[in-house]
C-alpha cells in the first residue's frame, strides 16, 4: 500500500541544536517530495521540494531513494522553527494530488 | 495578491444539519483542492478540479459529501446530512498550472474551515 510515514510526533530541541525530521514512504514508481509546514495562526505553506534540491530557512532534506526516506535537516535550529512540519509525496502522474504524513510537531525552546 | 480564502472559518452544527463550505482560490488558478483532517488523523485528499470539472473525486468519502465549482471560480463542498465523524479541518488549495501534471507545482493553501458536528 503506498503510505507516508512520520514516525515522530513530537520534535523538541533547543536553539542552536541540530534538528532532523524523519520521514518514509512507501510508492511505486519516482514520486515526487515536498515539505510543508504550518506555523501558528498561519497556513499551510510549502517549505521545499526534492526536485529543486534547495535550502530554505537553513532546512534541507535529501531524497534516499534506497531507504525510501526524504528526512529534513537543520544544523542550527532557532525558535522561530517552531512549527508543524508535514511530509508529503506525490505519485508520478497523480496531478497535485499530494498525500500527507501524520506530521511532526516541532518545538524549538530557547 | 489575496490568497486562498475559505469561509466560515469555524462552523458548529448538530448531527443531520447541512453545512456549505466555501474556497474562493488564487484569481487565475485552474486547478483547485479539497483536503480535511480529522482529528488526530493525517491530512487527506478529497477531490481536485480543474476549472469547473473534477478531475479526481477519489478522497470523497461518501455520497453526503458534494462539491461544486460552477463557472471554474470559487468552490463549495456541502455536507447533507453531517455526522459526528465530519468533524475536522477542511482545506482548500489552489495551484495555477494549466497541466497539472507537470512536476512540483506549488499549492496555496486557505486558512481552514474548523468544522464541529456535535
Known amino acids: 500500500a503506498q503510505r507516508v510515514t512520520q514516525p515522530e510526533k513530537l520534535l523538541s530541541v533547543f536553539k542552536g541544536a541540530p534538528v532532523e525530521l524523519k520521514c518514509n514512504y512507501s510508492y511505486s514508481g519516482s514520486p515526487e517530495l515536498f515539505w510543508y509546514v504550518q506555523y501558528s495562526r498561519q497556513r499551510l505553506q510549502l517549505l521545499l521540494r526534492h526536485i529543486s534540491r534547495e535550502s530554505i530557512k537553513g532546512f534541507t532534506a535529501d531524497l534516499n531513494k534506497g531507504e525510501t526516506s526524504f528526512h529534513l535537516k537543520k544544523p542550527f535550529a532557532q525558535e522561530e522553527d517552531s512549527a508543524m512540519y508535514y511530509c508529503?509525496?506525490?505519485?508520478?502522474?497523480?496531478?497535485?494530488?499530494?498525500?500527507f504524513g501524520g506530521g511532526t510537531r516541532v518545538l524549538v525552546k530557547p | 495578491e489575496a490568497g486562498v480564502t475559505q469561509f466560515p472559518s469555524h462552523s458548529v452544527i448538530e448531527k443531520g444539519q447541512t453545512v456549505t463550505l466555501r474556497c474562493d482560490p488564487i484569481s487565475g488558478h485552474d486547478n483547485l483542492y479539497w483536503y480535511r483532517r480529522v482529528m488526530g488523523k493525517e491530512i487527506k485528499f478529497l477531490l481536485h478540479?480543474?476549472?469547473?470539472?473534477?478531475?479526481?473525486e477519489s478522497g470523497m468519502p461518501n455520497n453526503r459529501f458534494l462539491a461544486e465549482r460552477t463557472g471554474g471560480t470559487y468552490s463549495t463542498l456541502k455536507v447533507q446530512p453531517a455526522e459526528l465523524e465530519d468533524s475536522g479541518v477542511y482545506f482548500c488549495?489552489?495551484?495555477?498550472?494549466?497541466?497539472?501534471?507537470?512536476?512540483?507545482?506549488?499549492?496555496?493553501f486557505g486558512s481552514g474551515t474548523q468544522l464541529s458536528v456535535l
Open positions: 478540479f480543474v476549472k469547473e470539472s473534477k478531475q479526481d
Open positions: 488549495a489552489s495551484s495555477q498550472g494549466r497541466q497539472h501534471t507537470l512536476p512540483a507545482e506549488k499549492l496555496f
Open positions: 508529503a509525496p506525490r505519485p508520478a502522474a497523480a496531478g497535485n494530488k499530494l498525500t
